[in-house]
Antibody, heavy 121, light 108 residues
């Protein structure tokens, strides 16, 4: 069974940094891109970017370029989202999701449970 | 950038009703269009991929159609557990995964 399990909720202060993990199981983690998706409170879904765990090739969505970074440790089938200089606007649910086998790899077929990040002084 | 719009933004329906949601792309995207269901407090779930293909395990009352710029998502007979927000989504190599604004479905 394919699963993506994310790290737990985080409460941070403005200016702090954060790393969220996403561990895959039940499939070859190295051969599927992982996407990171943000959902601000009461809002829709926004893709931050994607990472290919095998070689850590990364593409960031233009609005988020320079504001987030990704990494991966293929030895433990885990991808990471790094957020720095946190502000109140980073308060959101963050999801990882596997890029699926649909045409052109254009879908996200399995999702992590989400990690809630709250930034507050 | 390709923009995705959805209509309506919300709807109320009764059990057994046929529900239809539309998604419009700002330019031709062939059939690179997927539909997701997100229940409150949960992760999104892929329902329909490549505009009209039902993801494994998804009930057959869900369906999708369309190509080019106009797409339709249908629930043929609304069930209680279908209360959720539904998103369309397109992928391209620049903007990556772009989601529509969502349609919230609840009961009358």
């Amino acid at each position: 069974e394919v699963q993506l399990v994310q790290s737990g909720a985080e409460m941070k202060k403005p200016g702090e940094s954060l790393k969220i993990s996403c561990k895959g199981s039940g499939y070859d983690f190295n051969t599927h891109w992982i996407a990171w998706v943000r959902q601000m409170p009461g809002k829709g879904l926004e893709c931050l970017g994607i990472i290919y765990p095998r070689d850590s090739d990364t593409t960031y969505s233009p609005p988020f370029q320079g504001r987030v970074s990704f990494s991966a440790d293929k030895s433990i089938s885990t991808a990471y989202l790094h957020l720095s200089s946190l502000g109140a606007s980073d308060t959101a649910m963050y999801f990882c999701a596997r890029r699926g086998l649909c045409r052109g790899g254009s879908c996200l077929d399995f999702w992590g449970q989400g990690t809630l990040v709250i930034v507050s002084s | 950038d390709i923009q995705m719009t959805q209509s309506p933004s919300s709807l109320s329906a009764s059990i057994g009703d046929r529900v239809t949601i539309t998604c419009q792309a700002s330019q031709d995207i062939s059939n690179y269009l997927n539909w997701y269901q997100q229940k409150a407090g949960k992760a999104p779930k892929l329902l329909i991929y490549d505009a009209s293909n039902l993801e494994t395990g998804v009930p057959s009352r869900f369906g999708g159609s369309g190509s080019g710029t106009h797409f339709t998502f249908t629930i043929s007979s609304l069930q209680a557990e279908d209360t959720a927000t539904y998103y369309c989504q397109h992928y391209d190599s620049v903007a990556l995964f772009t989601f529509g604004p969502g349609t919230k479905v609840d009961f009358k």
